[in-house]
């Protein structure tokens, strides 16, 4: 793939992501339909998923593959096939990262959109209209709105900032007190990540199974911003894969990093000496 073609794919990308957010955007305010993914019925919200979804990924599908036929395709709304690993290049697609908060209409949400070029992403796009945010990253740099965007470079674990919920900083997990600053957090984990990108969080930890729909964007805006990114054992994320799953997630500036990965395992571990089950575990 060329640089020309890559450029191409971008304007296409873009365009795509923009559209499907605004539509996302304008069904939040018509009314939507909601159920639990595997359930017939409606109302339970522990694996929601709504007809914007599924609107959104058809949209998306129509817009990309087709613009590029001959791409392969990974949705989280689409059934997989495993067609798409004989493929070179593979768009990566999130309709809606974040329904619990879309559902509630909440800001924390993003259509998500990447392109995979022989395992490695090339394009990011997280489209967040309802935050007024578009983040956009290729190897060559991370934006947001247009405007260049770093992760913020701390160096000191003490005080760092991270999108968790106050009870995670203050459980009795920690060998020794962890002195952090929570700060707001969408549902949506790639704008958690984002978060890391832009500066505004320092770093980010996830022990459950993702999926790379969940963090194929992100991971390169978060990469192409100066970040470092591994899945819970320190190993680089790879895509396209039969199975397409991350074992966990730690975004960080590049100093904190491994301080972080090793607050994760540390969680992980007392959790099993306690015999407390790790939800999606992988």
């Given at each position: 793939?060329?640089?020309?073609?890559?450029?191409?794919?971008?304007?296409?990308?873009?365009?795509?992501?923009?559209?499907?957010?605004?539509?996302?955007?304008?069904?939040?305010?018509?009314?939507?339909?909601?159920?639990?993914?595997?359930?017939?019925?409606?109302?339970?919200?522990?694996?929601?998923?709504?007809?914007?979804?599924?609107?959104?990924?058809?949209?998306?599908?129509?817009?990309?593959?087709?613009?590029?036929?001959?791409?392969?395709?990974?949705?989280?709304?689409?059934?997989?096939?495993?067609?798409?690993?004989?493929?070179?290049?593979?768009?990566?697609?999130?309709?809606?990262?974040?329904?619990?908060?879309?559902?509630?209409?909440?800001?924390?949400?993003?259509?998500?959109?990447?392109?995979?070029?022989?395992?490695?992403?090339?394009i990011g796009i997280l489209a967040a209209p309802a935050l007024g945010k578009t983040y956009v990253a290729t190897p060559q740099g991370?934006?947001?709105?247009?405007?260049?965007?770093?992760?913020?470079?701390?160096?000191?674990?003490?005080?760092?900032?991270?999108?968790?919920?106050?009870?995670?900083?203050?459980?009795?997990?920690?060998?020794?007190?962890?002195?952090?600053?929570?700060?707001?957090?969408?549902?949506?984990?790639?704008?958690?990540?984002?978060?890391?990108?832009?500066?505004?969080?320092?770093?980010?930890?996830?022990?459950?199974?993702?999926?790379?729909?969940?963090?194929?964007?992100?991971?390169?805006?978060?990469?192409?911003?100066?970040?470092?990114?591994?899945?819970?054992?320190?190993?680089?994320?790879?895509?396209?894969?039969?199975?397409?799953?991350?074992?966990?997630?730690?975004?960080?500036?590049?100093?904190?990093?491994?301080?972080?990965?090793?607050?994760?395992?540390?969680?992980?571990?007392?959790?099993?000496?306690?015999?407390?089950?790790?939800?999606?575990?992988?």
């Amino acid at each position: 793939m060329t640089g020309a073609d890559l450029e191409q794919d971008l304007e296409l990308a873009l365009a795509a992501a923009t559209e499907a957010a605004e539509h996302a955007l304008w069904l939040s305010t018509r009314g939507f339909r909601t159920w639990n993914k595997g359930s017939t019925g409606t109302g339970d919200s522990s694996n929601p998923v709504t007809s914007t979804d599924l609107e959104v990924d058809q949209l998306l599908k129509e817009r990309l593959l087709g613009a590029r036929p001959d791409y392969g395709w990974l949705s989280e709304e689409t059934a997989d096939s495993p067609a798409r690993l004989g493929q070179s290049a593979l768009w990566v697609v999130d309709p809606i990262d974040g329904t619990r908060d879309y559902v509630r209409g909440r800001d924390g949400w993003a259509v998500s959109v990447a392109l995979v070029v022989r395992g490695v992403v090339r394009i990011g796009i997280l489209a967040a209209p309802a935050l007024g945010k578009t983040y956009v990253a290729t190897p060559q740099g991370a934006t947001l709105n247009g405007k260049p965007i770093a992760v913020s470079g701390r160096t000191e674990e003490a005080g760092m900032r991270l999108p968790i919920d106050s009870a995670f900083a203050l459980a009795r997990l920690w060998p020794e007190p962890w002195k952090v600053e929570p700060i707001d957090k969408p549902n949506s984990i790639a704008l958690r990540m984002a978060l890391v990108a832009s500066g505004e969080a320092d770093g980010l930890i996830d022990g459950r199974l993702t999926h790379e729909w969940d963090v194929a964007a992100a991971s390169l805006i978060v990469e192409a911003a100066g970040g470092r990114v591994t899945d819970r054992e320190g190993q680089p994320f790879g895509f396209n894969k039969p199975e397409p799953d991350q074992r966990g997630i730690v975004a960080a500036t590049p100093a904190l990093h491994a301080r972080l990965a090793w607050r994760l395992e540390t969680a992980r571990a007392a959790l099993r000496r306690a015999g407390v089950a790790l939800p999606r575990d992988g």
